[in-house]
């Protein structure tokens, strides 16, 4: 079992930042691959970034290359998400998420975290 607590969020002016931590738990995170996705109002979960905890290797959706960027802190078994230049479009509640293997699909993370709300105002 792999436990995940999200923190960070929060009420941010269009071109502010705002970095998101994933505090995880349970079991070992070696061969994990740590996701953020997120969920505006009425549309469905969309992937955001990802990143392999072992070798680093990450996956960006178009929508934030550039602006966003995933990191690992392996001595605190935390997830960030660093957001900058945001815009109301990135207004979600941002999840954060474990799964075998590196990749984009919300089926294959098996582990979720409670969400935290981002919102950015204009």
């Known amino acids: 079992q792999v436990q995940l607590v999200e923190s960070g969020g929060g009420l941010v002016q269009a071109g502010g930042s705002l970095t998101l931590s994933c505090a995880a738990s349970?079991?070992?995170?070696?061969?994990?691959?740590m996701g953020w996705f997120r969920q505006a109002p009425g549309k469905e979960r969309d992937f955001v970034a990802a990143i392999h905890w072992s070798d680093g290797s990450t996956d960006y959706a178009d929508s934030v290359k550039g602006r966003f960027t995933i990191s690992t802190d392996n001595a605190k078994n935390t997830v960030y998400l660093q957001m900058n230049s945001l815009t109301p479009d990135d207004t979600a509640v941002y999840y954060c998420?474990?799964?075998?293997?590196?990749?984009?699909?919300?089926?294959?993370?098996?582990?979720w975290g409670q969400g935290t709300q981002v919102t950015v105002s204009s």
């Open positions: 349970g079991r070992t995170f070696s061969s994990i691959t």
């Open positions: 998420a474990a799964s075998p293997w590196l990749g984009r699909a919300t089926n294959q993370y098996y582990y």
